[in-house]
């Protein structure tokens, strides 16, 4: 069976139905990975290409497709070193790549940029991050995350009774904003902790609205931590401001640590996309609760499941 979708540009792509197939093919893909991959995509060839920086995400779809026997070609400096230096169009680029490969995953830092390539491409279009945009794959494995946590119980056991904190840049983060536009359809409960310059923007608190999610918003971490099943962290997004001072005023305005993590539940789990810069502290990694480099290696049988669901 095949995902019903030829490009994944946006994580609203998904419903419960098509994350419920997606999700039990990673499932699979899990222990596919663990006995060194298999062989279904032998003879077809994917397509890394990124505007902007990465370490997980390219790696992670490039090792997917590898471990499913397909093979990799990759530029991961297209703005400076692609024929898009002499002017060739997005579109162009689209047309010509997609001569080569069976799929692509693109990054870019401006918003839209993907769905502006997909005009050009013959082959499926994956959005590995489009600027202020969204970043689909991250907001999958991160509720795929949960799910394993939850013990692949029934989406509406596993989802609907947690409480989910969200704390960090919520105005910026693509990660945060896929998140909620996937758990929104099984009712937990959201905290969402930011400055108050960096809240939710309301373009989500209204999709929370209408679908009868109950929220709540503080800039208190303290007052509220005690309450979380699932703590969602997001790096500030240096790369979205415009004054460093300002990065800088919020930079470590929350830091998840051993201190505040006493306050915290024994049977909660901490998750972040990465990379850290201040707001996640290297002396938590060792906490069973944290799981930010499982999400990592989920993220590679996620993406598994992705591309035989799309290629
Ligand atoms: N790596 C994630 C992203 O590209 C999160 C982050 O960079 O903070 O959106
Ligand atoms: N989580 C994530 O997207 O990481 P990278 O920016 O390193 O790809």
Known sequence: MQLPFKHLLETNQFNPEVLRFLFEESRNMEGIFEKGGNQIMKGKILATLFWE??????????TAMLKLGGQVISNFSMGQSSSITKGETLEDTARTI?????????????QG???????????????????AGDH????????????????????????GNLTIGMIGDLKN???VHAQLQLLKFFKPKFILVSPNALRMPEVYLNMLKDYDCEYE????????ISDFDVLSDTRIQQERFEN???FEKYRTFYQIGNKIMKKAKKDMIVIAPLPRFGEL??????????KYFEQVKNGVALRMGLIKGMC
Request: net charge negative; hydrophobic share 35%; with cysteine.
């Open 136 to 159: 689909p794959t991250q907001g999958l494995l991160d509720i795929y995350t949960i799910w394993k946590w939850r013990k692949f119980e029934n989406f509406e056991k596993a989802f």
């Open 98 to 110: 997609s001569c080569f490969v069976d799929i692509i995953a693109m990054r870019h830092h401006q």
């Open 53 to 62: 920086p990465s370490t997980r995400t390219r790696f992670s779809f490039e």
């Open 244 to 246: 460093r001072e300002e």
């Open 173 to 175: 983060s693509r990660v």
């Open 217 to 224: 918003e503080t800039e208190d971490l303290e007052s509220v």
């Open 113 to 131: 940029a993907v769905a502006e390539f997909t005009k050009g491409s013959s082959a499926p279009v994956i959005n590995a991050g489009d600027g």
């Open 281 to 290: 502290l290297p002396e938590f990694d060792s906490d069973p609760r944290a």
